[in-house]
């Protein structure tokens, strides 16, 4: 991944580093500035330390519950600004599949709501539901459902997907649909849930990304290929990541569900329309809440010159008392 990053995150970083300024995972890691910068130059192969530290900029995964925290990369961080409101309300579909009495598990994966008694997750998750003295729930927002019953989605040879539903109404439960069919290379995000997996064979980028772990975060990146039954990402979506939601960075619509992988390649995922035809077949309809957006209609959002015409900046009286402006 480090030798593939976008060109604009690859000059901000190289900025940062010629600045002094080291990056927290470099220093948790032991990995110097010059390694660093050895490394974002090309003058050498990095190490697998400095390789992980250089992807986890590239690709960060950032906490999002009741509110959005920031990236490293201040061109994620633009971007994921613009859709904050987005994204919010995205991360409110998102639960986490906790399995009581499970011998090997206390957590699943992830799943996200589509109408609000029903869920989607991956068919690997919901075989958990299936075990002998399981019982399953989804912790949402604070608060916990049981799961009632489980269906896998027969529509289709080999689809990935499967629904859980739940014994308590959810509310808020409504998605924006995808806009047209969309490139490679357009910037989408996963939100899920990340957990250390045991049977990581890359423990180094799991130390990278383990202050996010097991907690809901958004992992940003970038759509590989899509098609009518299949999609492809490079979200830094590590470890055990499975069941999360895909958004559509530039519009705030649904993508699909992450079902697999990640940074170690590529993430794998069923688009919408995978999703749409297994409920239209379980004979439900998913909570549509407005019509796609255009490709600008979020970039329109943000500040431009033209907003701070006719503001008089810092007034140094604005309290009733003059407060001179900070040094």
Request: proline share 6%.
């Amino acid at each position: 991944m480090s030798r593939d990053i976008e060109p604009i995150i690859r000059r901000e970083l190289a900025q940062r580093l010629t600045a002094g300024f080291n990056l927290p995972a470099a220093e948790r890691l032991g990995v110097s500035l010059e390694a660093l910068r050895a490394a974002v130059d090309g003058g050498e192969r990095p190490d697998s330390r400095a390789a992980a530290v250089i992807t986890g900029f590239a690709r960060p995964l950032v906490p999002i519950d009741f509110a959005l925290g920031t990236a490293e990369s201040r061109y994620w961080t633009r971007l994921l600004l613009i859709a904050r409101r987005e994204l919010l309300h995205a991360a409110s579909l998102v639960g986490r599949v906790r399995v009581d009495g499970h011998p090997a598990w206390r957590w699943a994966g992830a799943c996200w709501f589509v109408t609000e008694t029903l869920a989607v997750t991956t068919r690997s998750i919901a075989e958990e539901y299936r075990c002998r003295g399981v019982s399953v729930f989804v912790e949402r927002n604070g608060r916990s459902v049981r799961v009632v019953d489980v269906r896998t989605d027969e529509s289709a040879p080999g689809s990935p997907i499967a629904f859980l539903t739940v014994d308590a109404p959810q509310h808020g439960i409504a998605l924006r649909p995808p806009p047209a069919p969309m490139a490679s290379g357009e910037s989408v995000a996963v939100i899920t849930y990340c957990a250390r997996d045991s049977r990581s064979r890359d423990p180094i980028t799991d130390d990278v990304y383990a202050a996010t772990f097991n907690q809901k975060a958004v992992a940003p990146g970038r759509l590989i290929s899509t098609d009518a039954s299949d999609l492809t990402h490079d979200c830094g979506s590590v470890g055990t990541s499975s069941g999360g939601l895909i958004m559509h960075l530039a519009t705030g619509s649904i993508v699909g569900l992450h079902v697999a992988g990640g940074l170690d390649g590529p993430g794998l995922g069923a688009p919408w329309s995978v999703i749409d035809r297994a409920m239209r077949a379980a004979g439900h309809a998913i909570a549509i809440v407005a019509p796609a957006l255009d490709e600008e209609a979020l970039e329109r959002r943000r500040a431009t010159a033209e907003d701070y015409e006719g503001r008089k900046g810092y007034q140094e009286d604005f309290l009733g008392v003059r407060v001179p402006p900070p040094t």
